[in-house]
């Protein structure tokens, strides 16, 4: 069985993985991409393969994405991902 641990926000994320958390909005912008790609996927009833080729790329990437694991995921290439799919991605700025 593999340990985990649980994030209850962002903040907590970014402890766990040891990052200083001036990377928070950064990692927001990552797990938000994640969130709605899984949600669209899921709604549209998509295998990871049929997702996989709508978006550009292989199967396994999606499969990680799926599972939560961004690791090895560029925040460019989400972006890509989500829009492959038909998400429209905008950044917004407050101050």
């Known amino acids: 069985m593999k340990n985990f641990k649980e994030a209850k926000n962002i903040q907590e994320l970014c ?7 001036s990377e928070g909005p950064r990692v927001r912008m990552r797990v938000d991409l994640a969130i709605a790609i899984r949600h669209l996927i899921e709604r549209k009833k998509m295998t990871h393969q049929q997702a996989a080729e709508k978006s550009g790329v292989g199967r396994t990437v999606i499969t990680a994405i799926m599972n939560g694991n ?13 829009q492959g799919l038909g998400l429209k991605v905008q950044l917004k700025i407050a101050s």
């Open 70 to 82: 961004l690791q090895k995921i560029t925040t460019d290439r989400l972006i890509d991902i989500a």
């Open 15 to 21: 402890k766990i993985l040891g990052l200083p958390a």
